[in-house]
């Protein structure tokens, strides 16, 4: 696998997600993609917002690198886009076009699955998002809790 850029946008607490379509399910992401032969991840990132959701942006930082078992790494930055720009479908020259739709969602409109995707990608170093999960309190809420299915024995 090729190392990949993604860019984490966030607007009034909102994030900036792709719904794709991948394995035959559905799910939410940030835009990102593959690092092009020479090309520094910092670009990749911005050329990937463009691609995926017509959008110029400026790296604020970088959140976080994410080392993958197949020895690619992943590089995540904050990303600031002005607010007269609006989000548009692009396209996935990489894929088969697995974007579906592009939008601005706030955390509690997504599934737990997704969301655990997002605070691996550095959520919680956005600005609010870490007073956000010290307000969930201390609840297991692990979907397949009630099946055979998800369930772990500790200590085993």
């Known amino acids: 696998m090729r190392n990949r850029s993604m860019a984490f946008v966030v607007r009034n ?3 900036l997600v792709e719904k794709l379509f991948y394995d035959g399910r559905y799910f ?10 020479g090309e520094p991840p910092e670009k990749a990132a911005i050329r ?9 942006g400026e790296i604020v ?22 607010e007269d720009q609006t989000p548009i479908k692009g396209y996935d020259p990489e894929d088969h ?9 706030r955390l509690d ?33 692990y979907p397949s809790s009630g099946s055979a299915q998800g369930r772990y024995e500790l200590g085993k």
């Open 13 to 15: 607490q909102e994030i």
């Open 28 to 37: 939410y992401s940030i835009p990102g993609g593959g690092i092009e032969e």
């Open 48 to 56: 990937e917002l463009n691609e995926e959701c017509g959008l110029d």
């Open 61 to 82: 930082k970088k959140l976080t690198e994410i080392y993958r078992a197949d020895g690619s790494t992943e590089h995540v930055f904050e990303v600031s886009v002005s």
């Open 97 to 105: 076009q697995p974007i579906k739709d592009v939008c601005w969602m």
């Open 109 to 141: 409109q997504l599934t737990e699955r997704d969301r655990a995707f997002l605070w691996s990608y550095g959520l919680m170093d956005l600005g609010g998002f870490f007073d956000e999960l010290l307000r969930w309190g201390e609840q297991i809420s």
